[in-house]
């Protein structure tokens, strides 16, 4: 898919290949594909004949999300290198302890990633941000605008890049977050890469000169290898509400915390990354999507099932439906009912473990008649109350009424030892919470002894850059509520 991006670009040069947007939601171009290519190109060169790069080597890649972490991209899989990529989310000792294993052997950053590694520090570490100083890892050089607290530019050189290198190997590497004993990094090689895109690919099918909007390197490169226009989400809200009205794309990917605000929507919409439930499905098509995918999908397996807004609303059982498994993805549980998947695109191994070709989701689920897959919820959430064990995620579909923006199942822990289970439900801006809490009383009800011994309405925490729920913020949350007004109840 990487060499066929290279050129697609090569030959429709003029084109635009990735828009950002003015305040205002206009489109502008930030990179047409010739100028994309020629980047990579540069990008490459440097990497081979100064920094003497070669294939295998660990490349550490903190640059945002544009044309230029593209080209990066491109450059590292044209010499064969395995890119390390230093998300400022998985934690400074997380990142240390594992690239200990695949030490860099350069780390090309941008300068706000130096800033938050450096001078910033302090105001980055207050939205969760936080990268180790990176010239404790490795030499570094700049990408794009150099400033005073940056280090060298990335050196042009007048030769020309090395011809593609054609054997497998690691492609990339991805820190998940962890504990520094225990932390996790995902390697995917460049087969597993390869065969994760054409799934996206096919799934998606972007079509030439038409507009997807995503922000995922999973998103980008189909898009622009089948000779689409890739859009960046703007990241305020109401900005990226206009860029849609300007851009009224055939395709657009956004997480679900991004997808909760808009109000006009046009084509296809596709969601994933976090729980994305049947009313955000269907709140999607009612703003004027055709369709509207809720997408499973790891670090580890991209993507793994889908499944369209009809059949998720029209799933009255229990338990949340994800869709049938995308072609080639194999599915089986193990004893515990814990989910196990294998794919072409499922990740080779974990850094510094043996490869495994079945990747362990942490989450329970059961298999239908017809191979769908139907979540039940994370291992780890499951709540003990009264020696019996309640997996959320069973329950946690129901409590999704239109009034509802986002819900969750907790456990608190009692002054008996036991866990009170307790219902956490954010309402919509707007909702009338006298009457959302008599509508969810047919919904409590039929959880039979699963039932919540309280319920709470309020905000739901949220965590991580993909903004899941925290349930672990949402249970002190709920023990400090219940604390002061210890007789509130769900019955």
């Known amino acids: 898919m990487l060499d066929q991006l290279a050129r697609t670009l090569r030959e429709g040069a003029s084109r635009p290949a990735l828009l950002g947007t003015t305040r205002g939601g206009s489109p502008r171009v930030l990179a047409r594909c010739g100028e994309l290519a020629a980047l990579a190109e540069r990008y490459a060169a440097a990497l081979h004949h100064v920094h003497g790069l070669r294939p295998g080597d660990t490349l550490g890649v903190a640059v945002r999300p544009g044309p230029r972490a593209l080209a990066v991209l491109l450059a590292a899989h044209r010499l064969g290198l395995r890119s390390a990529v230093l998300d400022p989310g998985a934690g400074p000792e997380v ?193 004027g999507a055709s369709e509207a995918w809720g997408v499973y999908a790891l670090t580890e397996l991209f993507p793994a099932a889908a499944v369209e807004e009809r059949d998720k609303s029209a799933h009255d059982g229990p338990g949340d439906l994800l869709g049938h498994p995308l072609p080639g993805v194999r599915t089986r549980l193990d004893a515990d009912g814990e989910l196990l998947l294998a794919a072409p695109s499922a990740r080779d191994r974990y850094l510094g473990e043996d490869p495994d070709p079945w990747v362990r989701t942490g989450d329970r689920a059961r298999l239908d008649p017809d191979g769908r897959i139907v979540l039940a919820g994370r291992l780890k959430d499951m709540v003990l109350r009264r020696a019996e064990n309640i997996y959320p995620g069973l329950y946690e579909p129901s409590l999704h009424l239109p009034d509802v923006e986002l819900a969750v199942l907790v456990g608190v822990p009692g002054p008996d030892g036991d866990e009170r289970l307790v219902a956490l439900v954010q309402p919509r801006p707007g909702a009338d919470r006298h009457r959302l809490r008599a509508a969810l009383r047919a919904p409590l009800d039929r959880m039979g002894t699963a039932r919540p011994d309280a319920l709470l309405l309020g905000p739901v925490p949220l965590t991580g850059r993909s903004r899941k729920p925290d349930r672990t913020a949402a249970a002190h949350y709920c023990a400090t509520h219940l604390a002061k007004s210890p007789a509130r109840s769900a019955r």
């Open 95 to 287: 990142l240390r302890a594992r690239l200990a294993l695949a030490p860099p052997a350069l780390i090309l950053a941008d300068a706000a990633a130096q800033a938050v590694a450096g001078w910033a520090r302090p105001l980055a570490r207050r939205a969760h941000l936080e990268l180790p100083p990176l010239a404790a890892l490795a030499p570094v050089a700049t990408v794009g605008p150099r400033h005073p607290w940056c280090a060298r530019p990335l050196a042009e050189h007048p030769a020309p890049a090395p011809a593609p290198y054609e054997g497998d190997g690691d492609a990339v590497i991805v820190f998940t977050s962890g504990t520094t004993s225990a932390p996790r990094a995902v390697v995917h090689s460049r087969a597993s890469l390869a065969a994760g895109m054409r799934a996206v690919d096919a799934l998606v099918r972007p079509r030439p000169g038409r507009t997807v909007l995503g922000g995922t390197t999973f998103v980008l490169v189909p898009a622009l290898a089948a000779g689409a226009i890739a859009a960046l989400p703007a990241r305020r809200a109401a900005v990226l509400q206009r860029q849609l009205d300007r851009l009224a794309p055939d395709e657009t990917y956004l997480t679900p915390p991004q997808l909760r605000p808009l109000h006009r929507l046009t084509g296809r919409v596709w969601t994933g990354s976090a729980p994305a439930d049947a009313a955000l499905l269907r709140r999607a098509k009612q703003a």
